[in-house]
């Protein structure tokens, strides 16, 4: 599933592809990828300006001239690509955004959604939801504060989109083993030392994350040489070399997810 640095690289590609563009026409694959009947949502969408792209944790919110806001979450195999109608994927389409002679593909929309939202209604998509990690005011003091009222492993506690927003099991992954904390290490355990370690992993992990591009396997338009650049530490790479003490990786279940880290420097 796309995390906060994949989905920060789209937001920045697709701002300089899309941003201040007119959306031409609208075709809908998938009417359950949507969640308005598919004649409301063209009319509303079609010959309108993209005004700004933003993101907020794994979200983009595409915010149109009228008003009106596309809400997007690609969840579990979804991805976009940009191009003319001869580049586009051999893939199922669920929904298509045309820009003239370009087009948005959103593909593996299966779990995912564009939705056709106003700003307040976005703003309410989004009220549980957590800090965001990379925002200036996340402070060190901030981080320790959520910690200290959480229990439970810290990996589950990272992942959990109520106490930090954009971390999933990818990157929770990559940013214990940057802190060499294990995955299963109960929150109480932790003390001060380990805890801020932890939040300096968070900042690290995700900055390089950004830089290269996060970890999509699909270019978001032909040519792409940023998205998918990231090299990952140790998720999804059981039985291989730890890259800092070279003890096998392993591979266990925490809270039903897959999880990877090395038995020996993640302590």
């Not at 309410?124 to 957590?130: D, P, Q, S, V």
């Not at 060190?140 to 930090?164: S, W, Y």
């Not at 954009?166 to 109480?188: C, Q, V």
């Not at 932790?190 to 270019?219: A, C, H, T, V, W």
Request: glycine fraction near 8%; include cysteine.
């Amino acid at each position: 599933m796309p995390e906060l640095p994949e989905m920060e690289t789209y937001k920045t590609l697709l701002g300089s592809l899309i941003g201040g563009q007119k959306i031409t026409n609208v075709e809908i694959g998938r009417e359950k990828s949507i969640n308005v009947p598919v004649e409301r949502f063209s009319m509303q969408v079609s010959n309108q300006a993209i005004k700004t792209i933003s993101r907020r944790a794994k979200y983009l919110i595409f915010q149109l001239q009228n008003g009106k806001c596309l809400l997007l979450h690609l969840m579990l195999g979804g991805w976009m690509f940009f191009g003319k109608e001869e580049d586009r994927p051999n893939r199922t389409i669920q929904v298509k955004l045309s820009f003239g002679e370009q087009h948005l593909y959103f593909i593996g929309l299966r779990l995912g959604y564009l939705h056709l939202l106003s700003p307040e209604e976005v703003q309410k998509e989004f009220e549980k939801l957590g800090p965001e990690v990379l925002d200036p005011r996340f402070t060190l003091d901030a981080f320790h504060q959520i910690m200290q009222k959480r229990k439970g492993t810290i990996k589950t506690i990272l992942i959990n989109q109520e106490v930090l927003a954009g971390i999933g099991n990818g990157y929770s992954d990559e940013i214990l083993w940057h802190a060499e904390i294990r995955p299963d290490k109960k929150r109480t355990d932790l003390d001060d030392q380990q805890l801020s370690r932890l939040y300096d992993s968070i900042q690290f992990i995700f900055k390089r994350g950004i830089e290269q591009g996060g970890y999509m396997e699909n270019p978001l338009f032909k040519g792409d040489g940023k998205t998918g650049g990231y090299q990952f530490y140790v998720y999804d790479r059981e039985g291989e070399a730890c890259s800092r003490c070279n003890a096998s990786i392993i591979k266990s279940e925490i809270s039903s997810r897959k999880t990877y880290f090395c038995p020996n420097c993640q302590r």
